[in-house]
């Protein structure tokens, strides 16, 4: 049976999409990644002239890696097919080629769609050059790699969504929190996301949780006078000195009444308009603005990252409105 629908093809990945975002934010990122020897890679790699391709592997008779979802009339995601085999070619041998660049980046991001070993390699090369790491689960699936691997304690960031944060949770054996149904409930899921997370605030130095047309939370120890303090650069890479400080959540609420053509790749402009910021040093509550505008753009465009993002469409030195949420 055939469906009627509207069909466009765009550019993706959880690590590509970030290298691209934050390459169009000036940020110079270095993707290390691989792609197949065809018109996909070579249409991927001409697509953002700003994006460094040095670190890319190209593979003869592979193919590119090809996400297929299927959005419904509000741009919400139902399923996705992926061809991901390509992925099993970044492995530490290609990535050991590019020690020197990773040994001076102020920030390492890495896609859990990496073989394990890769990120195994990856999360101990960072910890000996003390580079603070950021991973981006992808799914639920692939959360717990670094914990999997025995290199959770390597992880200094992280993002998950909430089923990402609950399929952690129940890895580590912690209490997996629950969705809300409406918004009613949101501070009382705030509060439970705060309790549940804060034991991976004994290693890691913050936490962003996104939660969709909730917006997004960042959790971190600070005091009253520090909790607004940038996150970068970090002093000491996990684990940790745990303080007298206590966790603490910053909301972030999401955008009201946005325009929504498509979700693909939102969580992914969101995380990037927040490092670019991280990258730059601005307080939390800066990050927080600079990755809901970046947010917005991709939610009013069919590609996940859209033309239209660069530095002067996003609001430097505006501080996004946050709540605090304290542990009761």
Request: net charge negative.
């Amino acid at each position: 049976m055939t469906h009627r629908g509207t069909i466009k093809q765009s550019y993706g990945g959880v690590g590509r999409n970030l290298g691209d975002a934050l390459a169009r934010l000036h940020c110079r990122p270095f993707l290390i990644s691989a792609v197949g020897d065809d018109n996909y890679a070579r249409a991927l790699t001409n697509h953002n002239p700003l994006l460094e391709r040095r670190g890319l592997k190209v593979v003869k008779d592979a193919s590119t890696a090809v996400y297929c979802v299927v959005l419904d009339q509000l741009g919400e995601a139902l399923f996705g097919v992926g061809d991901m085999t390509i992925h099993d070619y970044i492995t530490p041998t290609h990535v050991r080629q590019f020690e020197g660049e990773i040994s001076k980046s102020p920030l390492v991001v890495v896609d859990g769609n990496l073989p394990q070993l890769t990120i195994n390699y990856i999360l101990d090369l960072c910890a000996s050059c003390h580079v603070p790491v950021w991973y981006e689960p992808t799914d639920i699936q692939k959360v717990t790699k670094p914990w999997l691997g025995g290199r959770g304690d390597n992880v200094t960031f992280t993002s998950p969504n909430m089923n990402e944060l609950g399929a952690l949770c129940s890895h580590l054996g912690l209490e997996v929190p629950t969705i809300p149904g409406k918004y009613e409930d949101l501070p009382q899921m705030l509060q439970q996301v705060l309790t549940t997370a804060s034991p991976l605030l004994h290693t890691m130095h913050a936490l962003m949780v996104t939660l969709g047309p909730y917006g997004f939370m960042i959790l971190r120890r600070a005091s009253p006078n520090t909790m607004d303090d940038p996150l970068l650069p970090v002093t000491d890479i996990c684990p940790i000195t745990v303080t007298h400080d206590e966790v603490v959540g910053l909301h972030f609420p999401g955008p009201q009444n946005p325009k929504i053509i498509s979700v693909s790749g939102a969580g992914d402009c969101l995380a990037a308009g927040f490092i670019a910021g991280m990258l730059n040093k601005k307080s939390v509550s800066e990050c927080g603005a600079l990755g809901r505008s970046a947010a917005k753009l991709s939610l009013a465009a069919s590609p996940a990252v859209p033309h239209t993002l660069s530095p002067d469409a996003l609001p430097w030195g505006h501080h996004e409105v946050f709540t605090t949420i304290n542990r009761s």
